[in-house]
């Protein structure tokens, strides 16, 4: 059985199959998810925290794959076409994957803050928050 932050995930991401992000409601989330509003608020915080938790879970499933195609049998030139048939399915097939790679976040993806900078060491730092 799914916890009530997977269930949440899940219905967060299937409310962007219907709509842009701006017009998903935490609280049809939480209904969705079979969770009150206060569980989701408990649980991310709010909005932001629930879009984070979004593009993590994207970013965590696509390296995932990465990692898989990384094993597969044969020698490095397999492996990378294997990691690179994988990337190109991610991105055909995510949204989020693929605003995750190119840094394209169509206005109806939740994604970084405007604010939001890349440092030279990789790591996304939004100003006033943590990384």
Not at 3 to 17: E, G, I, K, N
Request: glycine share 12%.
């Amino acid at each position: 059985m799914p916890t009530a932050r997977d269930a949440l995930l899940d219905a967060a991401r299937a409310a962007l199959t219907t709509r842009p992000w701006p017009a998903v409601r935490m609280v049809e989330v939480a209904a969705a998810a079979g969770v009150s509003r206060q569980t989701l608020h408990n649980e991310f915080g709010g909005k932001d925290g629930l879009a984070r938790a979004l593009v993590r879970r994207a970013a965590d499933g696509y390296l995932a794959g990465v990692e898989q195609a990384l094993g597969t049998a044969g020698g490095t030139g397999d492996r990378l076409a294997a990691t690179a048939a994988w990337t190109a399915r991610a991105t055909r097939t995510d949204d989020l994957v693929r605003g995750l790679l190119t840094g394209c976040w169509e206005g109806r993806l939740p994604g970084p803050a405007p604010s939001a900078t890349l440092t030279l060491s990789g790591i996304l730092r939004i100003p006033g928050g943590a990384a």
